[in-house]
C-alpha cells in the first residue's frame, strides 16, 4: 500500500456517508464515487477539464456559471478550452428565464456551474428548476457547495457533481489544502463523467496533507454545527442593531425558501455571514474594531472577517457592485469561540459604530475603542 493511501481512504468514506441524500430511492454513495485534489480550485478545474474532453469532436461547447461564483471559477474555463461561456451573476428568476431563452437557441450548452450558497451574499439558486431544465436540455450540473458543508444541504439529488474545497471547514485548523469531487451514482452522465476524470487523474494530494486532513475531520459533525449555532447568533444579534441595513445569512436571504426546501433534517444555516452597513464609515469603524482574526479565507475554527470586496474584487468592484456585491461588505466566517464571549466582541465593535458622531468631531475608532475596551480572550471550551 501506497503511504498516505489508508488516509485518502477514510476522508473519501467519511465524505461518501456525510453527502448521501437523505431522500428516499437514493444510491449509497461509495468511495468510487469520490476524487481527492489538492484544493477546491484544482477540483473544479478537473471538473472543467473533464467534461470538455468528453465532448464529440468539432463541437464548440459552451459553459454556464448560474449565481455569484467564487472569483476564480470563470477563470479556469478558458483554460480548460471553453471558448465561450456566460455569467449569470445575480442567480434570480429573471436570470432563470433568460437561462431558459438561452437553452432554447443553443443546443451546445454541456455544463453548468453554480455554489449553494453563495459566497458573499448566501443566496441560494433553484436547483429543482435548475436540474429539470438539466434533464430536458443534457447539459451536466456542478454545483460547489463548500459553504453547505456537506451536513447541512441535501443538493446530490439536484446535480451531477458535487465539489468542496477541503481547506474550509472539512478541515477547519487552516492548516492544510485539498478538494474533492463526488458524482452522483445516479446521473445519467455518470459513466463518461467518471471515465474522464480517471482518464486524467493523479494523485498529488501529498500524504502527509492527507494524514492531517484525516486527523482534522474526524470531529467535522460537532463543529459544524457549533459554528452553526454561533453564526446564527451573530446574524441574529446584528440584525437588530440600527445601523445595519441588511445581513445576508442563509435564513434571511431573499432566497430563504429554496435553502430550506434543500436543507437536511439536522443542518442549521452555515457559518458564513456578510454585513451590509447604511454607511460606508460604520463599516469601516466596525471592521477595525471587531477583534477577531482578520483574512480572505473561510471555515477556519476560529472566526475570521474580511472586507470581502475590497479583496476578492478590488480590480472590478464597480462591477461586483453592479451584480449586488457592495463595495463595503463585511464578511464574518464563524468559527468554535464560546458563543456569548463572541458575541461580546460582536457587541464591542457596534458599540463603536454607535460613537460614529463623535468620531466625526474629532474622536477616532480606535480611540473609542481604546475608552471601551474589549473582550476577554476568547476560550474554545
Request: hydrophobic fraction near 40%; charged fraction near 20%.
Amino acid at each position: 500500500m501506497n503511504f498516505g493511501t489508508g488516509d485518502k481512504e477514510a476522508i473519501k468514506s467519511l465524505i461518501a456517508r456525510l453527502a448521501r441524500s437523505e431522500k428516499p430511492g437514493s444510491a449509497e454513495l461509495t468511495t468510487h464515487d469520490v476524487f481527492l485534489y489538492p484544493k477546491g480550485m484544482a477540483a473544479i478545474n478537473a471538473v472543467a477539464r473533464a467534461v470538455f474532453k468528453t465532448q464529440p469532436r468539432g463541437v464548440d461547447p459552451q459553459a454556464i456559471i448560474y449565481g455569484w461564483s467564487y472569483a476564480e471559477t470563470p477563470k479556469c474555463l478558458p483554460m480548460n478550452g471553453y471558448a465561450r461561456f456566460r455569467i449569470y451573476p445575480k442567480g434570480t428568476q429573471e436570470e432563470l428565464e433568460e437561462l431558459v431563452e438561452l437553452l432554447k437557441s443553443d443546443n451546445r450548452i454541456s455544463i453548468l456551474f453554480c455554489e449553494v450558497p453563495s459566497n458573499p451574499l448566501l443566496e441560494s439558486v433553484d436547483m429543482e428548476c435548475i436540474h429539470s431544465l438539466a434533464t430536458e436540455y443534457n447539459f451536466i450540473v456542478a454545483c460547489d457547495q463548500t459553504l453547505a458543508a456537506f451536513a447541512n444541504l441535501d443538493l446530490l439529488p439536484y446535480a451531477d457533481i458535487l465539489m468542496d474545497s477541503l481547506t474550509k471547514m472539512f478541515s477547519g485548523a487552516s492548516n492544510v489544502m485539498a478538494g474533492s469531487v463526488i458524482l452522483n451514482p445516479q446521473s445519467k452522465h455518470y459513466n463518461r463523467i467518471h471515465s474522464a476524470l480517471v482518464d486524467d487523474f493523479e494523485d498529488i494530494l501529498f500524504p502527509l496533507d492527507a494524514e492531517v486532513l484525516a486527523q482534522n475531520s474526524a470531529d467535522f459533525e460537532h463543529r459544524i454545527l457549533r459554528s452553526n449555532r454561533n453564526a446564527m447568533a451573530i446574524a441574529t444579534l446584528m440584525s437588530l442593531h440600527p445601523s445595519v441595513e441588511r445581513i445576508y445569512y442563509p435564513k434571511m436571504a431573499s432566497s430563504a425558501a429554496l435553502f430550506e426546501k434543500y436543507r437536511r433534517d439536522t443542518g442549521g444555516y452555515g457559518f458564513l455571514l456578510s454585513i451590509l452597513f447604511r454607511r460606508p464609515s460604520s463599516a469601516v469603524c466596525f471592521y477595525d474594531a471587531l477583534d477577531v482574526c482578520k483574512g480572505p479565507s473561510i471555515g477556519t475554527n476560529f472566526t475570521l472577517a474580511v472586507p470581502y470586496t475590497q479583496l476578492a474584487h478590488f480590480k472590478e468592484m464597480d462591477w461586483a457592485e453592479s451584480c449586488g456585491v457592495s463595495k463595503c461588505i463585511v464578511r464574518i466566517s464563524v468559527g468554535l469561540e464560546n458563543e456569548e464571549q463572541l458575541l461580546d466582541r460582536i457587541r464591542n465593535a457596534l458599540q463603536v459604530v454607535e460613537f460614529g458622531a463623535q468620531r466625526d468631531r474629532g474622536t477616532s475608532c480606535q480611540d473609542i475603542e481604546s475608552s471601551n475596551g474589549t473582550a476577554e480572550h476568547i476560550n474554545y471550551d
